[in-house]
């Protein structure tokens, strides 16, 4: 027998007894929030945040829990610290419950940019692979739009964030970035997701990372805001996590909505992207509508706005 402690915060102590609530023992000692016993070991959690792992396979439970936290101290009877201040996601998060976000149409002149949050319980992660989801970006439109619609039957819990247009350029013309933009809606889109799933377990939060998670950090402080406990950052996770390959599904639709609207609003076909064939479409719309309807449709302090007077 051998025992392990791990000091932990409230929002992982929460997640431990929602995970092992089947297995809770009905008089836990004092002190103690709750003990578990499973095949593995005896778990007992303490007011305090330490968590003792007792018994004859304590590794297979406390690797459950390892990395949950940005700045998780171990210690164990080797009495070997161990300071673990990463980002990174650890390794077993993605065939667990989990929470993934994504963005869509920032590189794009003309239409919002999306967000979407997802949470994907371990049971449903077979499932969506059948369905076909993957990073949207290797799915064509049409295919994009039908998994989302798929996506909305299935009892998936998601949140999606919509900055449009006009807003957007308000908020670049007050000094925000892109970067702080999409920081903010991916913060947005995560909160209003936990609200969602309340007390559900889920072993992370996994954003597909767009800049340094310490700017990440930086964008979210400036509006009085801070990372959620459990929040990893890693790129290209669409192909990691199939709930960020499910936000970048859902997040992509929304756009695409939403460029459909635009476009039968102005009588034109919007184009995606940033190329030559945009600049000559701005101009032509620049030609019938006046200078504020730009400022309804698209971003307006891509290059592309400028290039267009060689069309006018
Ligand atoms: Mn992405």
Redesign the pocket.
């Known amino acids: 027998m051998s025992y392990q402690t791990m000091k932990v915060d409230k929002v992982t102590i929460n997640n431990m007894q929602v995970h092992y609530k089947h297995v809770l023992d009905n008089k836990p000692p004092q002190g103690a929030i709750f003990r578990a016993k499973t095949e593995n070991a005896v778990i007992t959690a303490y007011q305090s945040g330490k968590v003792l792992f007792q018994g004859k396979n304590v590794d297979a439970e406390v690797n459950k829990w390892q990395g949950n936290d940005a700045d998780l101290t171990l210690s164990s009877n080797s009495h070997i610290k161990k300071q673990v201040t990463t980002y990174t996601p650890p390794n077993n998060i993605f065939t667990q419950s989990h929470i993934g976000s994504?963005?869509?149409g920032t590189g794009d002149y003309f239409g919002p940019i999306t967000t979407a949050a997802v949470y994907v319980t371990t049971e449903q992660i077979s499932l969506l692979k059948q369905l076909g989801i993957q990073d949207s970006k290797a799915i064509n439109d049409k295919n994009v739009q039908a998994l989302a619609k798929e996506l909305a039957t299935m009892n998936i819990p998601y949140s999606l964030m919509i900055l449009h247009n006009g807003k957007y350029n308000r908020l670049q013309q007050s000094g925000w970035s892109q970067g702080k933009m999409k920081a903010m809606l991916h913060h947005a889109a995560i909160n209003q997701l936990l609200k969602k799933i309340e007390s559900s377990f889920y072993k992370g939060i996994v954003i597909?990372q767009?800049c340094q998670p310490t700017v990440y950090e930086r964008y979210l402080a400036s509006e009085q805001q801070s990372i959620p406990p459990h929040t990893f950052f890693m790129t290209k996770?669409?192909n990691s996590s199939i709930a960020?390959a499910a936000g970048?599904v859902i997040a992509r639709a929304s756009f695409l909505q939403e460029m459909e609207r635009l476009s039968e609003q102005i009588g034109h076909s919007l184009l995606k992207g940033a190329s030559k064939q945009v600049d000559k479409l701005i101009a032509t719309i620049m030609k019938e509508n006046d200078e504020s309807t730009l400022q309804q449709i698209a971003k307006v302090h891509f290059a592309n706005t400028k290039k267009a007077a060689a069309y006018m």
């Open positions: 994504d963005e869509s597909d767009f996770a669409e960020v970048s």
